[in-house]
Nanobody, 124 residues
Framework: QVQLVESGGGLVQAGGSLRLSCAAS????????MAWFRQAPGKEREFVAG????????SYADSVKGRFTISRDNAKNTVYLQMNSLKPEDTAVYYC?????????????????WGQGTQITVSS
């Protein structure tokens, strides 16, 4: 069992930056590929970024490529999402997800565990 707790959400102006953190419980964090998803009001949850167990492999949605960076610290059982040049369309609830398989560019139904989500609001 893995529990995921996101933090770092909030309100930011367009063009600003935020860093999300997702802390995982348990000693097996390094055996999970990790991902960030988001869900905007009235829309389906979508993949944002994923990272391999080692942290070497990374994948991004086209909408965030070049602006967001996913990283992880296996010693701290934490995955991060650095978000720069934020846009109003980035407004959403952001979720951390863990996949016990090796894939890190995943669909929603491939995630084994989810965090509770953290709200990001980008004002124009």
């Amino acid at each position: 069992q893995v529990q995921l707790v996101e933090s770092g959400g909030g309100l930011v102006q367009a063009g600003g930056s935020l860093r999300l953190s997702c802390a995982a419980s348990g000693r097996t964090f390094s055996t999970y590929a990790m991902a960030w998803f988001r869900q905007a009001p009235g829309k389906e949850r979508e993949f944002v970024a994923g990272i391999s167990m080692s942290g070497i492999g990374r994948s991004y949605a086209d909408s965030v490529k070049g602006r967001f960076t996913i990283s992880r610290d296996n010693a701290k059982n934490t995955v991060y999402l650095q978000m720069n040049s934020l846009k109003p369309e980035d407004t959403a609830v952001y979720y951390c997800a863990a996949n016990s398989g090796s894939r890190y560019s995943i669909n929603e139904d491939e995630a084994d565990y989810w965090g509770q989500g953290t709200q990001i609001t980008v004002s124009s």
